[in-house]
């Protein structure tokens, strides 16, 4: 087992129970075409590529493709990119190899320190959802987050990466992973979630706007969320545009549910162009 490194986030999964959990939650058929993000020493890799049409994995740490392309290298249906997948074109690198184009789905036990920005590379933002939405995404992340990403509004876990992702995907919890399956193991527990990215039924008019009054709703945790978008609106008006929605003005910004965001989004642009603050 090669020696972990800490600047990749290198945890080896060694659990069989875990990775068939992993692997079961990808439902994969043999039409399937996987990006898996972090190989690493391709555990899991392996079980993907009897069950996929292909696999294209995207490792960062150059040590790691070595022994990787020795392992896996001769297997026709295996594609290995070396290179950070924030930074990377799939697209392009992926121009010279037909087969292993448009990948529909993500398996991965991802390095924890870089899960916002997996995320969103791979779900876009609300402002720009990624225009190839992938078909299923299942990943190994934090237990933490995985609370946070499939919560409930009205739940304290319910913040505004919560909105952010639900607004693009659906997100389940599949099951929680002991830090013991892993090795080193890491300082928290982790837990594997499916994320079904899908168009919102009624997406938002301005969606830029919406991002702004999250990140503004969920600055403070404790306060009504009429006192954290004050600088944007009367905390009174506000009030009113909330009852409007049936929403108790004295809400905090977590017991919003993602269709309230959008209608307080959608109620907000209406109101700035009634009191004149907005020219459309
Ligand atoms: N999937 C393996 C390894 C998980 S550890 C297993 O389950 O055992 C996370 C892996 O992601 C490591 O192999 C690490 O080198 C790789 N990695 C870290 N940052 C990356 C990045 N930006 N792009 C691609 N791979 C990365």
């Not at 004050?230 to 545009?241: A, E, F, N, R, Y």
Request: charged share 20%; proline share 8%; with cysteine.
């Amino acid at each position: 087992m090669p020696k972990a490194l800490k600047k990749f986030g290198q945890h080896w999964l060694r659990s069989e129970k875990a990775l068939s959990k992993v692997v079961a939650a990808a439902e994969l058929t043999t039409g399937d075409r996987v990006l898996e993000i972090g190989p690493g020493t391709g555990i899991l890799t392996r079980q993907l590529l009897p069950l996929a049409e292909s696999v294209i994995a995207v490792e960062i740490d150059r040590d790691l493709c070595e022994i990787l392309t020795k392992k896996l290298g001769k297997i026709e249906n295996f594609l290995l990119l070396q290179g950070d997948f924030l930074t990377l074109d799939l697209n392009a690198l992926l121009q010279p190899f037909p087969k292993f184009q448009n990948p529909n789905k993500v398996v991965a036990n991802i390095p924890y320190n870089i899960t916002g920005p997996i995320l969103e590379k791979l779900l876009g933002t609300i402002a720009r959802p990624n225009p190839r939405p992938f078909e299923a995404i299942v990943l190994l992340v934090q237990r933490e987050v995985a609370h946070r990403l499939t919560a409930k509004p009205g739940s304290t876990q319910f913040g505004a990466l919560s909105v952010r992702v639900q607004y693009l995907a659906e997100c389940q919890f599949i099951c929680e992973v002991p830090a013991k399956a892993f090795q080193p193991p890491p300082k928290v527990d982790s837990a594997v979630v499916r994320l079904h990215p899908r168009p919102i039924d009624v997406p938002a008019q301005d969606p830029c706007q919406m991002e702004t009054l999250i990140k503004l709703g969920f600055s403070s945790k404790r306060k009504m969320l009429r006192n954290n978008l004050k600088s944007l609106i009367d905390s009174d008006q506000l009030s009113h545009l909330l009852e409007q929605l049936n929403v108790n003005p004295q809400s905090r910004a977590e017991d919003l549910s993602v269709e309230n965001w959008v209608a307080l989004s959608n109620e907000f642009d209406a109101f700035l162009l009634a009191t004149g603050s907005r020219q459309n």
